[in-house]
């Protein structure tokens, strides 16, 4: 510390950062992956995005009638043996986005007559001339 006149006059800072040690103390417990949560949260996201995403999983029926279906043949099946039946489940399929095309219009096709009458013959195409 240096007093000049009536200001403090101080060394200039040659370090401001070093990673000494930060490695080693990184690695005592562990690098870990962060644990991934169940259901991820919607806090930040579009609330009409989020709204409607309710809804869809709400109304979503498609494979819940094969859930049912599959329990109650489990069901009937262990009353009629009197067994314990395990219910398994159907896997669930690979939704396809099924295109509809629109239907391609038939053009008729002329007769050969009419489109022969209207218009003259055609000339045969020139044979290329031969090498010898």
Known sequence: LHIQGWC?????????????????KAHRN?????IRQRFTSTKGMDPKFVRNAKFAKQHNWTNRSKLIAAAKAAHV?????????PVVLPKLEKRVK???KAPV???PAKPAAKAAAGKPAAKP????AAKK
Do not use: D, L
């Open 105 to 107: 219009k038939a053009v």
């Open 98 to 100: 099924v295109v509809k």
């Open 125 to 128: 195409a020139a044979k290329p």
């Open 8 to 24: 403090i006059v101080t060394m200039a800072k040659s370090k401001n950062h070093t990673s000494h040690n930060q490695n080693r």
């Open 30 to 34: 562990g690098i870990h992956k962060p």
């Open 77 to 85: 099946e262990s009353t009629n043996t009197g067994k314990k039946v």
